[in-house]
């Protein structure tokens, strides 16, 4: 007996679906088997969270953690050069730890790549109508490219790694309280009535009998004293200069000082690193009343950056 095609085709098919039930069902019968290697580290790290840090530079917030690269604002450092950023708002990870407003003890480690600028930026004035005028100006930023190498908890003022010291920018209302820094009356003290005193004693040697030569002499050494019961009356400190030495420091690699509040420090005397360097809290109080700053020298902690850059 014949069968048609249709009867055929048929059942071929019922016998591969048949074939392919049994496969899929021996497959699923099969006991799963988990992998040896690194199941068990598997189960330890799972639900740990990547430790990450919130860093401030450059007037910016940064989100980083070990291994990133990214692009600061520009800092004073050669590519190749360690660097530690000290200014940490926030510590994440398993533990969080949120500063008031940075976290004591903690700070983050990086590793200078390049000094680099960013792209050109075009800026394009025109004028509206009867005026007939434009102008365009190009700029390129300044900028530093970092991988961040370690992050520290704690001990960031024992690691020995330098600080990293960038151009900061003072805002529009500190610079024009620094343009009437000069005209305002320094606060009076006591020191003065000491310091008259010593110069009278020591002039006092000059009415005593003795050769012309020897004369001279004590007068020479009276006149830094002098000048220290000038600077005592005025309040400010005693290391203050008419003129530079030699050549003047670029007082703008202090992280804080731009270039208006680098010409009233000129115009109060102040030209090298060295001179803020030998400031004592009775002068950062002075000059803190001189320039308007509240707090700003020691915020920075201008007297740190000063001495490392008066040593090179």
């Known amino acids: ?22 496969q899929s069902e021996a497959r699923w019968q ?9 199941a068990e580290e598997t189960r330890k790290t799972k639900g740990t969270t990547p430790m990450f840090a919130v860093l401030k530079t ?8 070990k291994d990133d690269k990214l692009t600061i604002e520009r800092i004073h450092a050669e590519p190749g050069e360690a660097v530690q950023f000290n200014d940490v708002l926030m510590l994440g990870g398993d533990k969080v730890t949120v500063g008031a407003p940075m976290v004591d003890g903690a700070a983050v480690q990086a590793e200078v790549l390049d000094q680099i600028r960013g792209p050109k930026l075009i800026h ?12 365009t100006k190009g700029h390129r930023q300044y900028l530093t490219t970092i991988k961040i190498t370690e992050i520290l908890e704690k001990g960031a003022d024992k690691s020995g790694v330098k600080a990293a010291i960038g151009t900061g920018s003072v805002s529009a209302a500190a610079l024009g309280a620094s343009a009437a820094a000069s005209f305002a009356k320094p606060s009076p003290k006591a020191a003065p009535k000491k ?54 420091d670029d007082l703008k690699l202090i992280s804080g000082v731009g270039p208006k509040l680098e010409d009233t420090l000129n115009t109060q005397g102040v030209f090298h690193f060295w001179q803020i360097a030998e400031w004592k809290k009775a ?3 002075m000059m803190d009343d001189l320039l308007s700053f509240k707090g700003r020298i020691e915020r920075d902690d201008w007297i740190k950056q000063a001495k490392a850059l008066a040593k090179g």
């Open 30 to 38: 099969k006991p799963h088997k988990h992998p040896k290697a690194g």
């Open 124 to 135: 394009y004035v025109k004028r509206r109508r009867k005026h007939s005028s434009q102008r």
């Open 195 to 248: 310091a008259k005193p010593a110069a009278k004693k020591e002039a006092a040697p000059k009415k005593e009998a003795a050769p012309k030569a020897e004369k001279k002499a004590p007068a020479k050494k009276a006149a830094p004293k002098k000048e220290e019961a000038k600077a005592a009356d005025t309040g400010k400190p005693a290391n203050l200069l008419d003129k530079p030495k030699g050549e003047k």
């Open 1 to 22: 007996m014949k069968r048609s095609p249709f009867a055929l085709a048929f059942g071929v098919y019922g016998m591969l679906s048949l074939y392919w039930g049994t």
């Open 58 to 65: 450059g007037g910016k917030q940064y989100k980083v953690a």
């Open 283 to 285: 002068d950062i109080a």
